[in-house]
Structure formats: structure tokens, C-alpha cells
């Protein structure tokens, strides 16, 4: 089973950047597939962004252009860089880890918050 924790979520202005951090343990992080979703209140869950093994990215639409998703495997770690935030971005931010062939496995989520 992979551990997945999220961190960096927080209250900000709209206009105003966060960078989330998503780090995992329990398997080769290099080989999973790992994507940021969110789910704000009264939604369903929606993909955000997700970064391949090999450094394929792809993005929601509502994102594009003012969302980064990266990783860095030395830390067993993947970013999302979310600039130009919106009261639209308010969610819950969750990451998920999915080694191939193997059930995905999710953290906790991080709170986002932008006031308008």
C-alpha cells in the first residue's frame, strides 16, 4: 500500500498563488502515475492534473494555463502550482498515486480556500 500526504493548502486572496506538495512512501515513486484532484462542497470529485512516469502532463480545462503539476522523484514528491487563483479553485485537494497495475491510493486532502 502506498502512503500518500498532501500539504500546502491554505487561505488566499483571489489573484494569489499556492503551491501544493504531495509525498508518498511504500513503493518506487518514479513508476506511479500521480494526479491532484479536487472535490469543492456539493460536487463531484474532478481531476485537476496528473503527471505520467514519464513526465506526460494533462490538465482540466478550467486550469490550463495557471496550474503546474510537476515531480521531482529524488523527493518522492509531486507539485501543484496553482496561480491565479479563483473562488472557483476552492476545494478540497487530493492526491493520488496509481503504480501500474495496482490500485491508486489517495491522502487525506488539503484544503484550498480563495477568498474573493
Known amino acids: 500500500q502506498v502512503q500518500v500526504v498532501e500539504s500546502g493548502g491554505g487561505l488566499v486572496q483571489a489573484g494569489g498563488s499556492l503551491r501544493l506538495s504531495c509525498t508518498t512512501s511504500?513503493?518506487?515513486?518514479?513508476?506511479?502515475?500521480m494526479g491532484w484532484y479536487r472535490q469543492a462542497s456539493g460536487k463531484r470529485r474532478e481531476l485537476v492534473a496528473l503527471i505520467t512516469s514519464g513526465g506526460t502532463t494533462n490538465y482540466a480545462d478550467s486550469v490550463k494555463g495557471r496550474f503546474t503539476i510537476s515531480r521531482d522523484n529524488a523527493k518522492n514528491t509531486v507539485y501543484l502550482q496553482m496561480n491565479s487563483l479563483t473562488s472557483e479553485d476552492t476545494a478540497v485537494y487530493y492526491c493520488?498515486?496509481?503504480?501500474?497495475?495496482?490500485?491508486?491510493?489517495w491522502g487525506q486532502g488539503t484544503q484550498v480556500t480563495v477568498s474573493s
Open positions: 493520488e498515486a496509481h503504480p501500474p497495475g495496482r490500485p491508486s491510493s
Open positions: 511504500g513503493n518506487i515513486f518514479s513508476i506511479n502515475t
